[in-house]
């Protein structure tokens, strides 16, 4: 990078953080610290929602998920607005009208001690394990632009974090993400506009779109049906997206406790319910327009050269191996070959490339599908503008993972320290060891990062693979907890414990595509806890 793109790149985050210690004034107490004294207005919601969601992951990564793999990745979202006004109905209201800290106080008072501690230790280990992953993406940055080891970047941000939400808690998480979207969604318009600049003079707009398409690439709409028969293994599909996604966000944003905490934070219950709303409308079409740069940037290469592999760091580490002759003899295959536009060829020599990378980096993974788009940007958009895209990604990375760690923290606190440890804190006690809880999750989360490095997945696919395998239980206690009264919580603790196994085992087995893991450990979770009552009832009795 230029020394113009680091000057708006260190200006740009040293505003944010100045920015949001001054609006982080709060009470020094649980109510302050967790939930913003409850006084946020429902776009300051919204936009707390949103950059909850939106982490460094979506930016990084879903544009190069578009560019390997289509537009078809946003039909995942296609059951959020319902999952939205389910959650305003039946979630939201109660949650609010109990003034809970968390959403598993809930279930003790539904069920008993245990299930809410089953629940709420599910929620840690999952947001624990993907928010590390979230630590891992904006490193990815770091490594790339100083040559950095990516354990020593992981480091270096993850400690910025921990310093950055320690010091504020949810006020500073909710206001620095109300200016980290706006420059955000700027910073994403921006490059898509810039792609289609960069391409020849007689290319634009629809001239992209149309030669994305003909590659394949514009699949929005896919129905998961190949030889006359319904896939279930296909990740990404109208069903699985309507469905499977519908679940899957019924369970983040009425269970999650990251997602929980943010519509906490809302002065009232319409307002908490405005901000879910106008995030069921605005999620869908933002996501469609981070994902089209990436079916952008796969036109731009179609006249510009692409690199053989996108990772510039991991090449640097293979060439100091033996097998340098070996990739260096590829890469002028494919430099005479790409003028002759034979794309089966050149997917071949990017394999054979990979190939060799496992080789020369054994133990390492050669998917570079999450350098794509960063590659793109600092390789070909003009000074200045590469500091403020890079800026994007790393504000992206700084409220998604300080809700987290605020909401894990906040769990701990809540549902475990007060409970089992010291129920009798003072509020200034409180306070102090939220903090302290917050940087205990902040040190575990950058040692999940240190193995994030091999996961063989983009990582807005991870992310969501990790979560569907705890989150369609967490549901279904919940569902259970709602609408089916007669069920006491033995049978529910016990549906919960079998029906995580069976999820583990369905993954294990590949049986069916992750988004569906969502609707199966709901329901397994419902029929075990309705078979499992009577028998209770029964041996009790007795």
Same mark, same amino acid.
């Given at each position: 990078?230029?020394?113009?793109?680091?000057?708006?790149?260190?200006?740009?985050?040293?505003?944010?953080?100045?920015?949001?210690?001054?609006?982080?004034?709060?009470?020094?107490?649980?109510?302050?610290?967790?939930? $913003?004294?409850?006084?946020?207005? &429902?776009?300051?919601?919204?936009?707390?929602?949103?950059?909850?969601?939106?982490?460094?992951?979506? /930016?990084? !990564?879903?544009?190069?998920?578009?560019?390997?793999?289509?537009?078809?990745?946003?039909?995942?979202?296609?059951?959020? #607005?319902?999952?939205?006004?389910?959650?305003?109905? /039946?979630?939201?209201?109660?949650?609010?009208?109990?003034?809970?800290?968390?959403?598993?106080?809930?279930?003790?008072?539904?069920?008993?001690?245990?299930?809410? %501690?089953?629940?709420?230790?599910?929620?840690?280990?999952?947001?624990?394990?993907?928010?590390?992953?979230?630590?891992?993406? #904006?490193?990815?940055?770091?490594?790339?632009?100083?040559?950095?080891?990516?354990?020593?970047?992981?480091?270096?941000?993850?400690?910025?974090?921990?310093?950055?939400?320690?010091?504020?808690?949810?006020?500073?998480?909710?206001?620095?993400?109300?200016?980290?979207?706006?420059?955000?969604?700027?910073?994403?318009?921006?490059?898509?506009?810039?792609?289609?600049?960069?391409?020849?003079?007689?290319?634009?707009?629809?001239?992209?779109?149309?030669?994305?398409?003909?590659?394949?690439?514009?699949?929005?709409?896919?129905?998961? =049906?190949?030889?006359?028969?319904?896939? &279930?293994?296909?990740?990404?599909?109208?069903?699985?997206?309507?469905?499977?996604? /519908?679940?899957?966000?019924?369970?983040? *944003?009425?269970?999650?406790?990251?997602?929980?905490?943010?519509?906490?934070?809302?002065?009232?219950?319409?307002?908490?319910?405005?901000?879910?709303?106008?995030?069921?409308?605005?999620?869908? @079409?933002?996501?469609?327009?981070?994902?089209? +740069?990436?079916?952008?940037?796969?036109?731009?290469?179609?006249?510009?050269?692409?690199?053989?592999?996108?990772?510039?760091?991991?090449? +640097?580490?293979?060439?100091? %191996?033996?097998?340098?002759?070996?990739?260096?003899?590829?890469?002028?295959?494919?430099?005479?070959?790409?003028?002759?536009?034979?794309?089966?060829?050149?997917?071949?020599?990017?394999?054979?490339?990979?190939?060799?990378?496992?080789?020369?980096? #054994?133990?390492?993974?050669?998917?570079?599908?999450?350098?794509?788009?960063?590659?793109?940007?600092?390789?070909?958009? @003009?000074?200045?503008?590469?500091?403020?895209?890079?800026? =994007?990604?790393?504000?992206?990375?700084?409220?998604?993972?300080?809700?987290?760690?605020?909401?894990?923290?906040?769990?701990?606190?809540?549902?475990?320290?007060?409970?089992?440890?010291?129920?009798?804190?003072?509020?200034?006690?409180?306070?102090?060891?939220?903090?302290?809880?917050?940087?205990?999750?902040?040190?575990?989360?950058?040692?999940?990062?240190?193995?994030?490095?091999?996961?063989?997945? $983009?990582?807005?696919?991870?992310?969501?693979?990790?979560?569907?395998?705890?989150?369609?239980?967490?549901?279904?206690?919940?569902?259970?907890?709602? &609408?089916?009264?007669?069920?006491?919580?033995?049978?529910?603790?016990?549906?919960?414990?079998?029906?995580?196994?069976?999820? *583990?085992?369905?993954?294990?087995?590949?049986?069916?595509?992750?988004?569906?893991?969502?609707?199966?450990?709901?329901?397994?979770?419902?029929?075990? !806890?309705?078979?499992?009552?009577?028998?209770?009832?029964? !041996?009790?009795?007795?």
């Amino acid at each position: 990078m230029s020394n113009l793109d680091w000057i708006i790149l260190i200006a740009t985050l040293s505003g944010i953080i100045i920015y949001g210690m001054y609006k982080s004034r709060t009470t020094k107490n649980l109510d302050g610290y967790f939930l $913003s004294n409850r006084s946020m207005p &429902w776009y300051l919601v919204l936009l707390s929602i949103m950059g909850t969601q939106a982490s460094a992951i979506t /930016f990084i !990564s879903a544009p190069g998920q578009a560019y390997t793999d289509g537009m078809r990745f946003v039909q995942y979202y296609f059951g959020l #607005p319902l999952a939205m006004i389910v959650i305003c109905i /039946f979630f939201a209201p109660v949650f609010r009208k109990l003034k809970v800290y968390t959403a598993y106080e809930f279930l003790e008072n539904r069920f008993d001690v245990k299930t809410r %501690t089953l629940t709420s230790g599910l929620f840690l280990l999952s947001r624990g394990l993907s928010t590390g992953i979230s630590i891992y993406a #904006p490193s990815i940055i770091l490594s790339s632009l100083l040559g950095w080891n990516i354990y020593y970047t992981n480091l270096v941000m993850g400690g910025l974090l921990i310093i950055y939400t320690m010091s504020g808690g949810a006020k500073a998480v909710a206001y620095t993400q109300q200016l980290q979207l706006i420059i955000i969604i700027g910073g994403m318009f921006l490059a898509g506009y810039l792609v289609v600049r960069l391409m020849p003079a007689n290319i634009g707009f629809t001239d992209a779109l149309k030669l994305a398409g003909g590659q394949g690439k514009m699949n929005i709409i896919t129905t998961g =049906v190949t030889n006359n028969h319904f896939d &279930w293994k296909d990740k990404y599909n109208i069903w699985s997206g309507v469905i499977g996604g /519908f679940f899957l966000a019924l369970s983040y *944003f009425g269970t999650d406790q990251s997602q929980v905490g943010r519509y906490l934070t809302a002065k009232s219950d319409r307002e908490s319910k405005v901000g879910l709303l106008m995030n069921g409308l605005v999620k869908v @079409p933002m996501q469609f327009l981070i994902l089209l +740069v990436g079916v952008l940037v796969f036109s731009f290469y179609q006249y510009h050269k692409a690199p053989i592999y996108f990772d510039e760091s991991k090449i +640097v580490a293979a060439k100091k %191996t033996p097998y340098k002759d070996a990739l260096v003899e590829l890469e002028q295959k494919y430099t005479t070959d790409i003028a002759k536009q034979d794309v089966q060829k050149l997917n071949e020599l990017r394999t054979q490339y990979k190939t060799i990378l496992k080789k020369a980096l #054994p133990g390492d993974d050669a998917n570079d599908t999450n350098y794509i788009f960063l590659r793109f940007v600092v390789d070909n958009l @003009p000074k200045g503008l590469v500091g403020l895209l890079i800026a =994007v990604i790393f504000l992206a990375a700084w409220g998604s993972i300080a809700a987290a760690l605020n909401s894990l923290a906040s769990c701990t606190v809540v549902d475990f320290h007060k409970k089992f440890i010291n129920k009798d804190c003072t509020e200034q006690k409180d306070y102090n060891i939220s903090r302290w809880y917050t940087f205990g999750w902040g040190v575990f989360c950058i040692i999940v990062a240190m193995f994030a490095y091999n996961l063989g997945n $983009s990582l807005i696919e991870a992310v969501n693979i990790l979560g569907s395998l705890f989150y369609g239980v967490i549901l279904g206690i919940f569902l259970v907890a709602f &609408w089916i009264k007669h069920v006491r919580g033995n049978a529910v603790f016990i549906a919960a414990v079998i029906s995580e196994i069976l999820i *583990f085992l369905i993954y294990a087995l590949n049986i069916i595509s992750f988004l569906w893991l969502n609707v199966i450990g709901a329901f397994l979770v419902i029929v075990l !806890s309705l078979l499992l009552q009577p028998i209770l009832s029964f !041996s009790k009795k007795n």
